[in-house]
């Protein structure tokens, strides 16, 4: 989840929400199926926040702090079984992860390292539905340079932990087991193959944007949902009459697994039909060697066709698995998205009072300084008139109705000149919220100073000044040709409908617009 309660928004297709997750995992519920809701760790916290200046200067941010005691309080809501730690739900220390462990009402398991004060266990056995699910978890908190976070002990290595945790399970007689393993995938296939008592292994720390189908290893199942809660990886399980002593291996009856390998085998059927083409037309190749290419190929068409093939639930241990999104259109739980807008306005509150001094850099000698869009529209009336009714004029807006306007997390994109000097602060932005003229042109009282004198502002908009914010995880969209066309408008780097050149203008920019004439 990396700590996410719900998208940003200004995405295509925001996906996620812990609301949406809610009115998900509650119809299961209500329709009477027995379910199992874990997680592989990065579940409270995304990437570490630096923490911005002022009264907060050297300590972590409080709004990611409540935002992960709000992710604790709703998985708790949610009735999670377990979860393991990641190396991100540590990434402000083992204290504060501890603190956030005794909130939760569910069990951290970690059968490897070790947090200090944070009081993990290395299983948990859950009775669902009648069935006895046993779940450990292992966890890898070393930096890629193999250090480990502040607090964090060594503890036994990933494989030789989830050996000893899946025996202790299989020992209590469970019926099925389950690991959540947070680390590499190359660790998730290891401990899955080392300990065949594992039915399961749900795989955390991967952070793919595709999810990918399950796959196996050994006789578990491996099993993955993406990045930043975009959607819920569901597995149905029918254990069949199969004795769990015998541990029969798992059939996989999913259409999703299946269309992937289709996939998959289609396109080695045409590679192979293309090198048999040109093998034919070489006099040189061997005809055994080519008939031999023919067998394998009707092989593999073979294999096609039972792919296609509808898989029957049997006897034995199945699994049907899908990904499902959660869209924008979902439908919500009131109950957590009171949980969510409680949080936003703690957030809003907090961070009015704590950054209330908080000024912007001085203004820079001899530079220029941020003026607003207000002041560029004295002489650019036709294009500020435009920008008021584009989506950068009223950018701000969306975070007041939505109390984030003073969310470090969102601010900065909806106002001109962020900790830039003589710019705005979170709180310090008056005359420059909204996506002003100076956030794409420059800061601009050299320019109003003397407006006939060339190079005081940027005319040409580059696509550097574009990506901080229109960037993939906020604007998957975004490519600059279209979207710089989409903003050249008349008045605004295009002639008037009349043939009019407005302030700033000049002919030579505009070959076919005739002779032109200036409004002012």
């Known amino acids: 989840m990396h700590g996410y309660l719900e998208?940003?928004?200004?995405?295509?297709?925001?996906?996620?929400?812990?609301?949406?997750?809610?009115?998900?995992?509650?119809?299961?519920?209500?329709?009477?199926?027995?379910?199992?809701?874990?997680?592989?760790?990065?579940?409270?916290?995304?990437?570490?926040?630096?923490?911005?200046?002022?009264?907060?200067?050297?300590?972590?941010?409080?709004?990611?702090?409540?935002?992960?005691?709000?992710?604790?309080?709703?998985?708790?809501?949610?009735?999670?079984?377990?979860?393991?730690?990641?190396?991100?739900?540590?990434?402000?220390?083992?204290?504060?992860?501890a603190s956030l462990a005794r909130a939760s009402r569910f069990p951290w398991l970690a059968a490897g390292d070790r947090i200090a004060g944070a009081?993990?266990?290395?299983?948990?056995?859950?009775?669902?539905?009648?069935?006895?699910?046993?779940?450990?978890?292992?966890?890898?908190?070393?930096?890629?340079?193999?250090?480990?976070?502040?607090?964090?002990?060594?503890?036994?290595?990933?494989v030789a932990a989830a050996e000893r945790a899946a025996r202790a399970l299989r020992e209590q007689e469970v019926d099925v087991v389950v690991a959540l393993v947070h680390g590499s995938r190359r660790t998730a296939r290891r401990v899955a193959a080392a300990a065949p008592e594992i039915d399961f292994v749900v795989e955390g720390g991967l952070a793919q944007a595709n999810v990918s189908p399950p796959s196996s290893a050994g006789r578990a199942i491996l099993l993955q949902a993406g990045r930043e809660g975009h959607g819920v990886l569901v597995v149905d399980v029918f254990l069949g009459d199969v004795d769990p002593d015998e541990r029969a291996s798992w059939t996989d009856a999913s259409e999703w697994t299946r269309s992937a390998e289709r996939t998959r085998v289609e396109q080695r059927i045409a590679d192979l039909r293309a090198r048999i083409a040109e093998?034919?037309?070489?006099?040189?190749?061997?005809?055994?060697?080519?008939?031999?290419?023919?067998?394998?190929?009707?092989?593999?068409?073979?294999?096609q066709r039972a792919l296609t093939r509808r898989v029957r639930l049997g006897s034995g241990p199945t699994i049907v698995a899908r990904w499902e999104p959660l869209e924008e259109d979902a439908p919500e739980d009131p109950e957590i998205g009171a949980l969510m807008d409680r949080y936003d306005r703690r957030v809003n509150d907090h961070n009015r009072r704590i950054f209330a001094d908080l000024a912007p850099p001085p203004a820079l000698p001899g530079r220029a300084t941020y003026e607003g869009a207000e002041e560029c529209g004295t002489c650019h009336e036709e294009a500020f008139t435009w920008w008021r009714g584009h989506e950068h004029g009223k950018a701000y807006a969306t975070l007041v109705e939505r109390h984030k306007e003073f969310n470090l997390s969102c601010v900065g994109c909806h106002v001109t000149g962020y900790n830039q000097p003589s710019g705005s602060t979170v709180t310090h932005n008056e005359g420059l919220v909204d996506v002003g003229c100076e956030s794409c042109h420059g800061p601009g009282s050299l320019h109003a100073a003397a407006p006939r004198q060339r190079g005081l502002i940027a005319r040409v908009v580059p696509e550097n000044t574009c990506v901080g914010c229109h960037n993939s995880e906020h604007s998957d969209l975004f490519d600059y040709p279209s979207y710089r066309a989409d903003l050249m408008k008349p008045g605004h780097g295009r002639p008037m409908p009349d043939g009019r050149l407005v302030a700033g203008q000049r002919p030579e920019d505009f070959p076919d617009a005739g002779t032109g004439t200036r409004s002012r």
């Open 119 to 158: 009081s993990l266990r290395e299983t948990v056995v859950e009775r669902v539905g009648g069935v006895r699910v046993g779940i450990f978890g292992v966890s890898e908190l070393e930096a890629p340079d193999g250090s480990l976070p502040a607090g964090v002990t060594r503890g036994a290595r990933a």
């Open 279 to 303: 093998w034919e037309r070489d006099p040189g190749v061997d005809r055994a060697s080519l008939a031999g290419q023919r067998t394998r190929l009707r092989a593999m068409e073979q294999e």
């Open 7 to 97: 998208p940003c928004g200004c995405t295509s297709r925001p996906l996620g929400g812990v609301d949406k997750l809610a009115a998900r995992l509650r119809k299961v519920a209500r329709d009477g199926v027995p379910q199992v809701l874990v997680g592989a760790g990065d579940l409270l916290f995304g990437e570490k926040h630096g923490a911005e200046g002022g009264a907060a200067a050297g300590r972590p941010l409080d709004q990611e702090l409540w935002k992960a005691e709000t992710l604790v309080d709703v998985l708790s809501r949610l009735h999670m079984r377990a979860a393991t730690p990641g190396d991100l739900d540590v990434a402000y220390g083992a204290q504060t992860f």
